[in-house]
């Protein structure tokens, strides 16, 4: 093989191999572009969730509020409870002495 042949066989192989990697470049680039439909569902989907998280975070911090303000009202209720219950209590024992006090007077 003389040194034109050598050339001529070097430059085939090299055209053959850009070809080659022009062809797979092409291929890759073929199957793995994204359509301007799919860009705009994608677009359209990030801003629903957007949306979605914001909600949720309102949703959050509603029911915090809602939850503070029913444990005060159970805080107080307990509360009346309490004093509702020690005034009965107290009714009850100078009920009791009332009725001690009538009877040892009636007795008497």
Same mark, same amino acid.
């Given at each position: 093989?003389?040194?034109?042949?050598?050339?001529?066989?070097?430059?085939?192989?090299?055209?053959?191999?850009?070809?080659?990697?022009?062809?797979?470049?092409?291929?890759?680039?073929?199957?793995?572009?994204?359509? @301007?439909?799919?860009? /705009?569902?994608? $677009?359209?989907?990030?801003?629903?969730?957007? =949306? *979605? &998280? !914001?909600? #949720?975070?309102?949703?959050?911090?509603?029911?915090?509020?809602?939850?503070?303000?029913?444990?005060?009202?159970?805080?107080?209720?307990? @509360?009346?409870?309490? /004093?509702?219950? $020690?005034?009965?209590?107290?009714?009850?024992? =100078? *009920? &009791? !002495?009332? #009725?001690?006090?009538?009877?040892?007077?009636?007795?008497?």
């Amino acid at each position: 093989m003389n040194g034109f042949q050598f050339k001529l066989a070097t430059a085939i192989i090299l055209f053959v191999a850009f070809c080659m990697g022009w062809f797979a470049n092409w291929l890759l680039h073929r199957f793995t572009r994204v359509a @301007a439909d799919d860009v /705009a569902q994608l $677009d359209r989907m990030s801003q629903e969730l957007h =949306e *979605a &998280e !914001e909600t #949720r975070d309102q949703a959050i911090t509603y029911l915090q509020q809602r939850e503070a303000e029913l444990t005060n009202q159970l805080s107080q209720t307990e @509360a009346e409870l309490r /004093a509702a219950m $020690d005034g009965l209590r107290d009714a009850r024992r =100078e *009920a &009791e !002495e009332m #009725r001690a006090y009538i009877e040892s007077q009636m007795a008497g």
